[in-house]
């Protein structure tokens, strides 16, 4: 198992620095000269090409590639040219906010999903059934800054029942020790604090859910019909086992498989769909920070954001492999 | 099918269960609706200057902000800055058609292609292109398109390159798989002994038998290009603003979201509809031609 992991681990290494090299390249593109957007206009030509000089940008661009790809394997992505600190200190800051929105958004889908899914093809054809089929494909057809507006619109506008946006109240005076603000009010005994931190995560998170909930109710569906026809399911009837027994303890338990699989691939989904729903509700996670810096052509930022981002992709892809072999003892590792 | 007094439902059986019973050609509908919102998508696209009753950048700042009236001239209200929501959804649908055909086009051109070199010839080649694979799908959904637009500039041929750039895969890996599987059949086999060169398999024996399959992957790799383009466009990251987009015009409904709730309703449901439409019309496909599936 060990073994496994650092295999799959280290082989995830040449695919970043192709990444990297991709994205390099792509940066080659850009309009403007990085210089030209750190210092005034005014600047002499000589002062210009010193910059130049001293940052290697008159370097080959293979050369520049291996300066980047070293720098960025000890954490170094450059200095943003937009907040004036560096991109890596940035991202660590804002990240804890953007993992706790799409942990909290796996959560609703596989709260609301799973249930709907196994009612629906515990009864197929029944009102469970169409209801989990329209709200699967509405949850799928949905834009979600269209459904992220809409609640706001109502939660907010209309019945003022939740904030519009933003992580947390101002001026409740909770240190930050993890991050994670549900977690950091919890520790420092703040309860009203976390309320209120619940209180704003609960549209975005909602929000961001909306897709994963109606693939997650439509694999459920499917892939405990396709286990209610095994032979053990006949077996378990067979035995006499109770109708709800068989349900959850035998057909969903071998449908968890599929679930799982889905649930770490739409992950990387649910990254991307945080870039929009953190705009949408002004959530300060890494998200809205790298529509930030596209806005404001913060290159470093937008380089080191789009690494980091994908490089937390292969590493959700990497663990969800490792899960089966905890779910499913039939898939052994060698 | 239609329910008749002479069927017979088994005792405890609901109304509800009678219905679907009765309805059980529900894919019907789905392709229905699903042909339903591609026909009205592509007369929307084709006709906007004859279907718009207002030019879509036509300010007026007199009749900004008007609530929808069906009998006005503003039948689904004005935006900030006076001009007309429904013109510019029907203007805006455009954009929406020219990308999801443009992406559909060269997704599945390249992947297929990909796909089936890759499986019909295996090998050093297959292993290529799978490495090929491996990169693209590394970046999570959309994150490409959004490095690619923001490096290289915004406009219409580039956000379509985007959206291509990880859409052919789905493409690739289906049709590999296909290829794979046919090479080994007998009619494959028994061409190759008859002379026929690997070109003519391909384009004869091949290409015909997965192109079921690709036809189901356009409708949802359309829809897929729909919501992508106008998350972009609502990011800012899309076509220029002056052309009129669903997703632009939702972008600008968040600054007026407790005053002018028109201007957020209604281009979302026109994407909703459109995407949901195609999404139905995949399954309805799928349905009919994936026997597998079919038993679900």
């Given at each position: 198992?060990?073994?496994?992991?650092?295999?799959?681990?280290?082989?995830?290494?040449?695919?970043?620095?192709v990444?990297?090299?991709?994205?390099?390249?792509?940066?080659?593109?850009?309009?403007?000269?990085?210089?030209?957007?750190?210092?005034?206009?005014?600047?002499?030509?000589?002062?210009?090409?010193r910059?130049?000089?001293?940052?290697?940008?008159?370097?080959?661009p293979?050369?520049?590639?291996?300066?980047?790809?070293?720098?960025a394997?000890?954490?170094?992505?450059?200095?943003?040219?937009?907040y004036?600190?560096?991109?890596?200190?940035?991202?660590?800051?804002?990240?804890?906010?953007?993992?706790?929105?799409?942990?909290?958004?796996?959560?609703?889908?596989v709260?609301?999903?799973?249930?709907?899914?196994?009612?629906?093809?515990?009864?197929?054809?029944?009102?469970?059934?169409?209801?989990?089929?329209?709200?699967?494909f509405?949850?799928?057809?949905?834009?979600?800054?269209?459904?992220?507006?809409?609640l706001?619109?109502?939660?907010?506008?209309?019945?003022?029942?939740?904030?519009s946006?933003?992580?947390?109240?101002?001026?409740?005076?909770?240190?930050?020790?993890?991050?994670?603000l549900?977690?950091?009010t919890?520790?420092?005994?703040r309860?009203?604090?976390f309320?209120?931190?619940?209180?704003?995560?609960?549209?975005?998170?909602l929000?961001?859910?909306?897709?994963?909930?109606?693939?997650?109710?439509?694999?459920?569906?499917?892939?405990?019909?396709?286990?209610?026809?095994?032979?053990?399911?006949?077996?378990?009837?067979?035995?006499?086992?109770?109708?709800?027994r068989?349900?959850?303890?035998?057909?969903?338990?071998?449908?968890?498989?599929?679930?799982?699989?889905?649930?770490?691939?739409?992950?990387?989904?649910?990254?991307?769909?945080?870039m929009?729903?953190?705009?949408?509700?002004?959530?300060?996670?890494?998200?809205?920070?790298?529509?930030?810096?596209?806005?404001?052509r913060?290159?470093?930022?937008?380089?080191?954001?789009?690494?980091?981002?994908?490089?937390?992709?292969?590493?959700?892809?990497?663990?969800?492999?490792?899960?089966y072999?905890?779910?499913?003892?039939?898939?052994?590792?060698? | 099918?239609?329910?008749?007094?002479?069927?017979?439902?088994?005792?405890?059986?609901?109304?509800?269960?009678?219905?679907?019973?009765?309805?059980?050609?529900?894919?019907g509908?789905?392709?229905?609706?699903?042909?339903?919102?591609?026909?009205?998508?592509?007369?929307?696209?084709?006709?906007?200057?004859?279907?718009?009753?207002?030019p879509?950048?036509q300010?007026?700042?007199?009749?900004?902000?008007?609530?929808?009236?069906?009998?006005?001239?503003?039948?689904?209200?004005?935006?900030?800055?006076?001009?007309?929501?429904?013109?510019?959804?029907?203007?805006?649908?455009?954009?929406?058609l020219?990308?999801?055909?443009?992406?559909?086009?060269?997704?599945?051109?390249?992947?297929?292609?990909?796909?089936?070199?890759?499986?019909?010839?295996?090998?050093?080649?297959?292993?290529?292109?799978?490495?090929?694979?491996e990169?693209?799908?590394?970046?999570?959904?959309?994150?490409?398109?959004?490095?690619?637009?923001?490096?290289?500039?915004?406009?219409?041929?580039?956000?379509?390159i985007?959206?291509t750039?990880?859409?052919?895969?789905?493409?690739?890996?289906?049709?590999?798989?296909?290829?794979?599987?046919?090479?080994?059949?007998?009619?494959?086999?028994?061409?190759?002994?008859?002379g026929?060169?690997?070109?003519?398999?391909?384009?004869?024996?091949?290409?015909?038998?997965?192109?079921?399959?690709?036809?189901?992957?356009?409708?949802?790799?359309?829809?897929?290009?729909?919501?992508?383009?106008?998350?972009?466009?609502?990011?800012?990251?899309g076509?220029?603003?002056?052309?009129?987009?669903?997703?632009?015009?939702?972008?600008?409904?968040?600054?007026?979201?407790?005053?002018?709730?028109?201007?957020a309703?209604?281009?979302?449901?026109?994407?909703?509809?459109?995407?949901?439409?195609?999404?139905l019309?995949?399954?309805?496909?799928r349905?009919?031609?994936?026997?597998?599936?079919?038993?679900?």
């Open positions: 198992m060990l073994l496994y992991s650092t295999r799959r681990l280290a082989g995830a290494i040449p695919v970043l620095i990444v990297a090299a991709v994205v390099f390249t792509l940066m080659q593109f850009a309009p403007g000269d990085a210089v030209s957007m750190l210092i005034s206009d005014e600047a002499s030509d000589a002062d210009k090409a910059i130049r000089e001293a940052w290697g940008l008159d370097d080959p293979l050369m520049q590639f291996l300066n980047f790809l070293g720098n394997v000890t954490g170094d992505f450059g200095t943003s040219f937009k004036k600190m560096p991109v890596m200190e940035l991202v660590l800051e804002r990240l804890p906010a953007t993992i706790e929105l799409a942990l909290a958004a796996t959560l609703v889908a709260a609301i999903g799973i249930p709907l899914g196994v009612l629906a093809a515990a009864r197929p054809g029944s009102l469970w059934d169409s209801l989990a089929s329209t709200f699967s509405a949850g799928i057809s949905m834009p979600n800054f269209w459904i992220g507006i809409l706001i619109l109502l939660f907010a506008g209309h019945w003022h029942l939740l904030p946006g933003g992580r947390a109240p101002w001026g409740m005076g909770v240190e930050p020790i993890t991050g994670f549900l977690l950091d919890l520790i420092q005994g309860l009203d604090a309320w209120g931190a619940l209180k704003h995560l609960a549209l975005p998170a929000v961001l859910g909306t897709n994963m909930t109606g693939i997650i109710t439509q694999l459920t569906r499917a892939s405990v019909q396709e286990a209610l026809h095994e032979d053990y399911v006949m077996t378990a009837r067979a035995k006499g086992l109770g109708g709800m068989i349900l959850w303890r035998h057909a969903f338990r071998n449908a968890l498989v599929g679930v799982v699989t889905i649930i770490g691939l739409e992950f990387g989904a649910l990254l991307s769909g945080a929009i729903v953190e705009t949408v509700f002004a959530w300060p996670g890494i998200g809205s920070l790298l529509i930030q810096g596209i806005s404001s913060d290159y470093p930022l937008i380089i080191g954001l789009v690494l980091i981002y994908t490089a937390i992709f292969i590493l959700v892809n990497l663990l969800i492999d490792l899960l072999t905890l779910i499913d003892p039939r898939i052994r590792i060698n | 099918m239609t329910m008749t007094a002479g069927n017979s439902i088994p005792a405890g059986q609901g109304r509800w269960q009678r219905f679907r019973r009765s309805h059980r050609h529900l894919s509908f789905k392709a229905g609706f699903g042909l339903a919102t591609v026909a009205a998508l592509v007369i929307m696209g084709l006709f906007s200057p004859w279907l718009a009753p207002h879509p950048n300010q007026d700042l007199m009749v900004a902000m008007m609530p929808p009236d069906w009998t006005g001239p503003y039948v689904l209200g004005t935006d900030h800055v006076g001009r007309d929501i429904l013109s510019r959804i029907i203007y805006g649908s455009r954009v929406s020219i990308i999801a055909l443009s992406v559909a086009l060269f997704a599945s051109v390249t992947g297929v292609a990909l796909g089936v070199t890759a499986g019909y010839f295996g090998g050093r080649i297959d292993g290529a292109i799978q490495k090929v694979v990169i693209f799908w590394s970046f999570p959904p959309l994150m490409l398109a959004i490095a690619i637009v923001a490096f290289v500039g915004q406009g219409l041929a580039i956000v379509i985007a959206l750039a990880q859409r052919w895969i789905p493409y690739c890996r289906v049709t590999r798989a296909e290829a794979m599987a046919l090479r080994e059949r007998e009619f494959i086999m028994a061409a190759r002994t008859l026929a060169s690997d070109g003519f398999i391909i384009r004869h024996h091949i290409l015909p038998n997965v192109m079921l399959s690709i036809i189901v992957m356009t409708s949802f790799a359309m829809a897929n290009a729909i919501i992508a383009e106008s998350s972009l466009s609502f990011l800012g990251l076509v220029p603003p002056a052309i009129p987009t669903w997703g632009g015009m939702l972008s600008d409904s968040r600054a007026y979201i407790s005053s002018a709730w028109w201007m309703l209604f281009p979302g449901l026109a994407i909703f509809l459109t995407v949901l439409g195609l999404n019309l995949g399954d309805a496909l349905n009919q031609f994936d026997p597998k599936l079919k038993s679900h």
